[in-house]
């Protein structure tokens, strides 16, 4: 897959008042409005700074990452960009696990890594990106469209910090791009026989 676009030295991230959000500037024509509230943001944020060359190589780690998620190209990349500034730029969290069975074997994830959990009420598979790894614990962004546990509604890359005992490693993500090529072949033999 090709990437939509590569981080440049003239990014920039800056605080809009206005919208009282961080901002990616991308170009004088695009800008990349970040999912978090200015409440749960770091002091830091709130002066202009540079997307830096650390920014970069999370980018690239995040967006291949994405690449077996069942999301459009600009979702991988909204779902990247949020990753950087929700492991660099959040006030520290405390775990909320309780929405989250534990899983049989303990597993200590890695950044970047596509991980699931599973609903405690339902027992329904959700997926998350890990941006920052613990001992104990780890936060992640949620790395599909909202889901719902206990009357609480989770959105597109909101961060939540989560027990490792809660976290496995996603066996089997929502689309490959090994299947859907399978997928395709197979439709189109199908269609010629």
Same mark, same amino acid.
């Given at each position: ?5 590569r ?8 605080f ?7 901002m ?7 800008? /990349?409005r ?9 002091p830091?944020? /709130?002066?202009?700074f540079s ?10 780690? /995040? ?11 600009w ?7 949020n ?7 959040l006030?520290?969290?405390?775990p ?11 597993y ?7 991980v699931?959990v ?18 104990n614990?780890?936060l992640?962004i ?8 206990m &009357?609480?509604?989770?959105? /597109?890359?909101e961060?939540?910090k989560?027990? &490792?005992d809660?976290l496995a ?5 929502i ?8 997928d395709?072949k197979?439709?189109e033999?199908k269609?010629?026989?």
């Amino acid at each position: 897959m090709k990437m939509a676009f590569r981080p440049a030295d003239s990014w920039r991230w800056y605080f809009d008042d206005e919208y009282d959000s961080l901002m990616l500037e991308i170009s004088p024509e695009m800008l /990349f409005r970040c999912n978090y509230a200015s409440k749960i943001l770091i002091p830091d944020v /709130f002066n202009e700074f540079s997307f830096s060359v650390d920014d970069a190589t999370a980018y690239y780690l /995040f967006f291949e990452s994405c690449q077996s998620l069942a999301l459009s190209d600009w979702q991988k990349i909204e779902l990247s960009i949020n990753a950087i500034v929700a492991s660099n730029f959040l006030k520290p969290q405390m775990p909320k696990s309780w929405y989250f069975t534990q899983q049989p074997m303990l597993y200590n994830p890695k950044v970047a890594d596509i991980v699931e959990v599973n609903l405690q009420e339902t027992g329904q598979r959700v997926y998350l990106l890990v941006v920052e790894a613990g001992e104990n614990a780890s936060l992640c962004i949620v790395a599909q469209p909202t889901f719902v546990a206990m &009357n609480k509604t989770f959105y /597109f890359s909101e961060a939540i910090k989560v027990m &490792n005992d809660r976290l496995a490693l996603a066996k089997q993500f929502i689309k490959t791009e090994k299947k859907m090529t399978l997928d395709d072949k197979h439709t189109e033999l199908k269609a010629i026989s």
